[in-house]
Nanobody, 117 residues
């Protein structure tokens, strides 16, 4: 079972940048597909970005061209570089590890991102 801990959230002005990190432990990180989700108050959780074990990435339309997901298997960490942030990006961001062979998934606790002037 993999344990996940997010960090890097905070308050940023519109147009600014933040980099979120999600550190994994307890299992073989490289075999997991890693995902970032977000949930704003009163809204459903939505998928932001995915990176497969092979490094293939995909993004929700609302972050394409602004966010970049990456992973460092040597550090057991996945990142979300967020640029050109907008107030509507305000949410709790959580990482989710998914193991395709067992269909097992694990969530981190989340980190708050607030975009406001």
């Amino acid at each position: 079972q993999v344990q996940l801990v997010e960090s890097g959230g905070g308050l940023v002005q519109p147009g600014g940048s933040l980099r979120l990190s999600c550190a994994a432990s307890g299992s073989i990180f490289s075999i997991y597909a890693m995902n970032w989700f977000r949930q704003a108050p009163g809204k459903q959780r939505e998928l932001v970005a995915t990176i497969t074990s092979g490094g293939r990435t995909s993004y929700a339309d609302f972050v394409k061209g602004r966010f970049i997901i990456s992973r460092d298997n040597a550090k057991n960490t996945v990142y979300l570089q967020m640029n050109s942030l907008k107030p509507e990006d305000t949410a709790v961001y959580s990482c989710y590890a998914y193991r395709p062979d067992t269909q097992f998934g694990s969530w981190g606790q989340g980190t708050q991102v607030t975009v406001s002037s």
